[in-house]
């Protein structure tokens, strides 16, 4: 049986050329880029390569980037960095609901620290109103991060909008774009945010490797201590083969952007129409501001990781929330926030395409879900049957 | 993550449905997940259980534990029935998942709650084996 | 011409066979390992068994490790970790004078945040006294982080020793063994630590992965905020291809600790034997306490860099201090610790040897260097023809 992989909002698969790019540096090129000889020097350029595919990705200057670990990593510098360096000034932070657990559990150590958080609201679409931003800012807010596209239930926010607030008011305006960075076009002076954090491996690049945007100026404080490497930001050995990588992936991600953007949506929108068609089933998130390869549903009584489960024996491999958070038996914070029921967040699956995806494939899924929903239906103790229910 | 034996049980699980006219029915929800199971069952005259169904709006391990627990059940005096924990569900499936463990308090209770229906009994301490679950693997 | 790499001690080439044992986790099995579909659950067996390979190779349990994105991320994690937890019972650190500059730029952060940081000085080999450390305890000690090999000077610290006295004192005990792990054999029971760095790119793996061995009830808090990766230790989607070589690479090294570490050490010693017969010069470390693939030597009136220029012109790359340190101008932390002269710890250089280096290697860099001091002394301002020099 021929897998299907709808997971790529949890990872995607490295491209080819971004492993051939790599390979050198996992063989011969092994030097360290700090090392003044020849063994060092050449690795330092591939390093400073990389750092301008970066910069030129997302319209920055290459001084601008900072390599991380990857995702989290980068919130956390750009969060916990920011609060160091500038958290005397004033201990507002300014977030949302709806946000990763990288960002959201940093901000919950802030406030362990004694630092003041807003958690704003969203509608039910996943949308945060930049009214609520405006009146949530005080005179003690020093930092604002609000993620770009919601790794869930894939509604993308009116960044533009929401950084300029921050801007009229003087304070430093975060996003975590890992899920539309190699997406959607990213456009850092556009948007007008002074710090960006993206992954590597949710755009056909390596895991363990991400970036921080930083603007020139910005004050911000290291994280990790050590070295001088990373403009003595981001202190260790590079993980050169993973800068390579990212730089490379990062570059065929934006040139593709266009074509390979219109197809994915495509199958999107077949995809939603397709299961829409289901009994008691929803979509979840803004049905246009929305990320090109997310697709969201919820399908009443049932639960998700039996369908996860019954879908994998199927071939078909999807998530029910953030692969990330799955160490946790609560339901979604994202649809949560959104207003749904406990139970209706509980029956949530998500189903994220990538570039490899055939119409064939999700014609293949529109057939399976509703097989295994109506299953599950068939066992579950809350579907129709209820009148059955003689307990008190 | 889920061992062959579980999987078994959750792709064909057994006993799936209501029992018709039941002697007892138990449905609990479990305040860890919030997911929710019912057993019906048929008691006959020895107060052996004839025949036992389940309902399950649950994850994997909470359709695998349904499913074994009804065959575990099925045949046996009310009495040993009852004596059913969360732990032999758990160990008749060759163990859970450390976090799945408490996914097994959803069988016992369920069918311990059937059986005390059937007999009429108040329910009162249904959360009693709540958390010995820890550290078994 | 053929290049002679000597510059094991700042990074090492990866191994063909960890390249190997990685390339699968960089093409096809692309999972995420938190993902509960098969393409998760591949990978996450692949991570569960680099984790019992390095806890084999240190004789710990696999849930004692924690996988991080290198040496200094290890470090940090350990003290940051240790003094966010427990900071609070006690406000005082002791380290040394000569660690990595991961281990004392964190403790200089600590000092920042006002805790006391006392720095153990060494005598003229680079050795601890463990008297010192002893009398260094006080009853707001909370933590010792001591090197077990050192970086420029090779000398290894009686790290069991001063291990007992952390412990007869209730104190944690961290050590950085990233010069260490794959050069010499680690027992972390015997030691009878609490902690232990270690970092792949020094032994054959790749760059960007690392660990920390935290035994089991060791209280430490997480640096690094976000999902449940890692016992929630260390958050953010795994380096699984990273991983996956960390863990190929200690389990090689570990096996051939003997063999290659013989065949390795008597280069060193012909090296330092060679070398020695230069004019004006010294062995920095200690004689026998010391790293097997270390060779550190002063030559007087001339200087690090420019020696450095000139080996890597005759294909010898070699360095002078720790690479990670080269974005600074003072000399050597370290060789200053060991009561050197400024001027002669500016003239020092560090040949750091690897398991495929041969004889005829050293013959040839027994014959270049002198040649080079030679020449460059001829130039030097401070050599001998100080009648020359007309300035003031
Ligand atoms: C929105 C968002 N932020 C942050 C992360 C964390 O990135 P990483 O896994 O590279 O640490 C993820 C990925 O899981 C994500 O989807
Ligand atoms: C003793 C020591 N500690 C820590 C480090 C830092 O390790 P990494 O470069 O993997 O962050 C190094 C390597 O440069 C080292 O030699
Ligand atoms: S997670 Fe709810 S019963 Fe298993
Ligand atoms: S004169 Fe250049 S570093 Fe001293």
Known sequence: MNKIYLDHGATTPMRE????????????????????????REVRKAVDEAREQVANAINAQPEEII????????????????????????????????????VLDTCEAMEEKGYKVTYLPVDKYGLVNPKDLQEAINEDTVLITIMHGNNEVGTIQPIKELAEIAKDNDVYFHTDAVQTVGNIPIDVQDLGIDMLTLSAHKFYGPKGIGALYIKKGTKLQRVVHGGAQERKIRPGTENVPGIVGLGKAIELATEELDTKGKHIQKLRDKLIEGLSKVEDSRLNGHPERRLPNNVNMSFEYIEGESLLLNLDMKGI?????????SGSLDPSHVLMAMGLSHQTAHGSLRLTLGRDNTEEEIDYVIEAVPEIVNRLRDMSSIWKGKEANYSN | MYNEKVMDHFQNPRNVGEVE????????????????????????????????????????AAIATSSIVTEMAKGKHINEARDIKNKDVADELDGLPKNKLHCSNLAADALTKAIKNYLGEEDDEEQEHEDESNETQ
Chains 1, 3 share one sequence.
């Open chain 2, 21 to 60: 006219s039941p002697d007892g029915v138990g449905e609990v929800g479990n305040v860890t997940c919030g997911d929710i199971m019912r057993i019906s069952i048929k008691v006959n005259n020895n107060e052996e259980i004839e025949d036992i169904k389940f309902k399950t709006f649950g994850c994997g």
């Open chain 1, 17 to 40: 050329e971004v492993f051939e790019t790599m390979k050198p540096y996992l063989q011969d090129n092994f030097g360290n880029p700090s090392s003044i000889h020849s063994f060092g």
């Open chain 1, 317 to 325: 491999a999807a998530s029910s929330g953030s692969a990330c958070t």
């Open chain 1, 67 to 102: 390599f991380t670990s990857g995702g989290t990593e980068s919130d956390n510098l750009a969060i916990q960095g920011v609060i160091e360096k500038i958290g005397d000034k004033g201990n507002h932070i300014i977030t949302t609901q709806i946000e990763h657990h990288a």
